[in-house]
């Protein structure tokens, strides 16, 4: 067998440590989640004339094959005394993942819906040889039409406008938003719309929000256009989140993305200088873009945040709205609370705009508090931003949340640096919302009603797919 064959031809070396134990009630979730469980169950219902049975049975035993998690992650603790600091750390993010740092460009970043929508509104309105989009939220409403027509404007003045939208994420971008675009000449493609012959691929979603301005300028976040991004999150109209804006060739990534993307989905190979110009320095940061696929099987944002966290020596701060860690991620984060490193998670509170994730995120908090991380909930309104700071040397920005759907069944961006000016301004950024939230206490955490725990283990039966 090949884990028997592994050190056949080598010295005998101790066996790698493995990451996150799991517990009874993960097994017997497990067990529940397993098709071909209920593909038995179905089978033994309908040979004994049980048809309601088989067809419930049938019905998950479906639902479960297609929802399963994919990804093969890293289960074993890294065994170097590498850290994010040393030379050879991002030469090792750069080859576990398969994404270059690329030198040479000019970083941004912008705080909330009334920062980043009109210097986004800015660049399109600048745009001299295409526009291209890869959205998983594009609403109907003021900012929905506002960018609607910005983007007509653009295709009607002779500039290619090329817009990729989740089928599901966008599902509600309504007619006059598309009457606009179409007046306006916009071509517009959706990510893996939902048919019959499609369903076995609805689960990979496009969770990117990446804006392309000439293949020279690029914007990326957490932020979608829709109107509750607007404003400056002081109410619960309001969502808290943050953007950044690239500008030089790392630009060029983001491009890669959305065009291998669009090839997929249109089977158009976008070609020449319009969305591919020769990259030209804007800047002096250097940038790594990740680019995460589940097609990989790996799910890149994983390895990266993996790397990262288990490289982090004096400090780890992550804002993140969807924090639902499996149990290697749990037991990475405690390790290093152990060996020293302050770990502060600052997440979304009670205006948790979904119920599923709140409660899953609600039953995790125990194991990370007992192991003296500590928990923050973002009090005024929605926390979307998804930051993640280590030892104010290295951070990232991006799309993907802390959860299995990002790390492993989502299309998802986010750009690392290592720039120290542009680290302390995220850090200064999270401390800053820190004084917004309220800190979570293991006492109370424990004193959490009977239903307040029965919901938590119920909403625990879909936590792959929150």
């Known amino acids: 067998m090949p884990k028997e064959q592994l050190y056949r031809l080598s010295p005998r070396r101790p066996k790698p440590e493995r990451l996150g134990r799991l517990e009874r009630w993960d097994r017997v979730r497990r067990a529940i989640r397993t098709w071909w469980i209920w593909l038995a169950v179905a089978i033994a219902a309908y040979l004994t004339g049980y048809w309601i049975v088989t067809l419930i049975a049938g019905v998950l035993s479906f639902v479960f094959y297609h929802t399963a998690p994919e990804s093969h992650p890293a289960v074993y603790a890294l065994e170097t005394d590498l850290d994010v600091e040393s030379t050879e750390f991002p030469i090792t ?23 980043f929508y009109p210097k986004m509104l800015e660049a399109i309105e600048s745009a001299q040889h295409s526009i291209t989009m890869e959205q998983y939220i594009f609403w109907d409403g003021r900012v929905g039409r506002r960018f609607a027509e910005a983007f007509a404007e653009k295709a009607r003045a002779g500039v290619p406008v090329k817009l990729l939208l989740d089928a599901i994420g966008s599902s509600t971008l309504g007619e006059i938003v598309l009457k606009i675009l179409e007046a306006g000449g916009c071509q517009l493609a959706w990510f893996r719309p939902i048919h019959w012959y499609t369903i076995v691929r609805a689960n990979h979603r496009d969770h990117r929000k990446s804006l392309i301005i000439d293949g020279k300028v690029a914007f990326t976040g957490g932020a979608g256009l829709a109107d509750h991004w607007l404003g400056q999150a002081k109410n619960v109209r309001s969502w808290r989140d943050v953007m950044i804006r690239v500008e030089g ?3 060029l990534v983001q491009q890669s993305g959305f065009a291998q993307n669009w090839l997929q989905c249109t089977g158009e190979i976008l070609t020449g200088h319009e969305y591919f110009p020769v990259p030209s320095p804007a800047g002096n940061v250097d940038i790594q ?14 390895t990266m945040h993996l790397i990262a966290l288990q490289c982090a020596r004096r400090h780890i701060y992550i804002a993140n709205p969807y924090f639902i860690p499996d149990a290697r991620l749990i037991d990475m984060l405690a390790r290093a609370q152990a060996r020293g490193v302050a770990v502060k998670l600052m997440l979304a509170g009670k205006h948790n705009d979904t119920w599923w994730a709140r409660q899953n995120s609600l039953r995790l908090y125990g194991k990370l508090l007992e192991a003296g991380v500590e928990i923050f909930e973002f009090l005024p309104t929605m926390l979307h931003q998804k930051i993640v700071i280590v030892d104010d040397a290295w951070a990232s920005v991006g799309t ?25 301004r995220l850090h200064d950024i999270f401390i800053a ?34």
């Open 93 to 115: 993010m750069e080859g576990m993942t398969g994404m270059p740092l690329v030198p040479g460009n000019q970083i941004a970043l912008f705080n909330n819906g009334d920062e």
């Open 249 to 251: 060739p790392a630009a």
């Open 289 to 302: 873009t990740i680019l995460s696929s589940p097609f990989e099987g790996i799910g890149t944002a994983g």
């Open 400 to 424: 993907a949340n802390f959860d299995n759907r990002s790390l492993a069944l989502n299309e998802e961006t986010s750009l690392c640096f290592h720039d120290r000016a542009l680290v302390n």
């Open 433 to 466: 919302d820190l004084e917004r939230c309220r800190k979570v206490r293991l006492a109370d955490w424990k004193r959490r009603g009977f239903w307040q725990r029965a919901g938590e283990q119920f909403a625990s039966l879909i936590e792959d797919q929150v």
